[in-house]
T-cell receptor, first 116, second 114 residues
Framework: AQSVTQLDSHVSVSEGTPVLLRCNYS??????LFWYVQYPNQGLQLLLK????ATLVKGINGFEAEFKKSETSFHLTKPSAHMSDAAEYFC??????????????WGAGTKLIIKP | NAGVTQTPKFQVLKTGQSMTLQCAQD?????MSWYRQDPGMGLRLIHY???????DQGEVPNGYNVSRSTTEDFPLRLLSAAPSQTSVYFC?????????????FGPGTRLTVT
């Protein structure tokens, strides 16, 4: 069975320092992985996606993620945190690729806290 | 375009009451879905629809009904609310031919059942 594990429920960093949000997956087939972001009191927004092309994926707002098959990881990083990055981040894997018969498996989420 | 809209934003129900969460989209998307978001569990799919008149169950359908009489609207009904249904509910939509990650999400409805 496919699953997604976000290793930290909360991550706290100081403004201007690097961000690392960790995500591991288990999958019996090559996965499609992506990250969503949810800002306070808002809906979910796609941050970036991996669909078996380049292993280093760039997203919006300066975030990027690297797919590492040997480590079954898809960690999200940003070189320098901004206050506006404070949000909850979700790592997601697709269970099936069929248009109308798929399921998104969501990680539990990581709350990113930015200290001034 | 308003995108995906949801009403109400907040709702408090007593156990046993019924209500309908509204979802509408103005992008002519065939696919619409409902998720619930619980702390520490990510999002779980409740029901989805691939077009008007067609609905199907997701991962956690029990206690919820849906219908899709038009392309634009996809209401979620709670027939007899239970405290276990306290959650944040998200509606999403996309074109059927788009990738499953290319969903547009509404702002959510925060439901508390006492």
């Amino acid at each position: 069975a496919q699953s997604v594990t976000q290793l930290d429920s909360h991550v706290s960093v100081s403004e201007g320092t690097p961000v690392l949000l960790r995500c591991n997956y288990s999958s019996s087939v090559p996965p499609y992985l992506f990250w969503y972001v949810q800002y306070p009191n808002q809906g979910l927004q796609l941050l970036l996606k991996y669909t078996s092309a380049a292993t280093l994926v760039k997203g919006i707002n300066g975030f990027e993620a690297e797919f590492k098959k040997s480590e079954t990881s898809f960690h999200l990083t940003k070189p320098s945190a901004h206050m506006s990055d404070a949000a909850e981040y979700f790592c997601v894997v697709i269970l099936s690729l069929m248009d109308s018969n798929y399921q998104l498996i969501w990680g539990a989420g990581t709350k990113l806290i930015i200290k001034p | 375009n308003a995108g995906v809209t949801q009403t109400p934003k907040f709702q408090v129900l007593k156990t046993g009451q019924s209500m309908t969460l509204q979802c509408a989209q103005d992008m002519n998307h065939e696919y619409m879905s409902w998720y619930r978001q619980d702390p520490g569990m990510g999002l779980r799919l409740i029901h989805y629809s691939v077009g008007a008149g067609i609905t199907d169950q997701g991962e956690v359908p029990n206690g919820y009904n849906v219908s899709r009489s038009t392309t634009e609207d996809f209401p979620l009904r709670l027939l007899s609310a239970a405290p276990s249904q306290t959650s944040v509910y998200f509606c999403a939509s996309k074109r059927l031919r788009q990738g499953p990650y290319e969903q547009y999400f509404g702002p959510g409805t925060r439901l508390t059942v006492t």
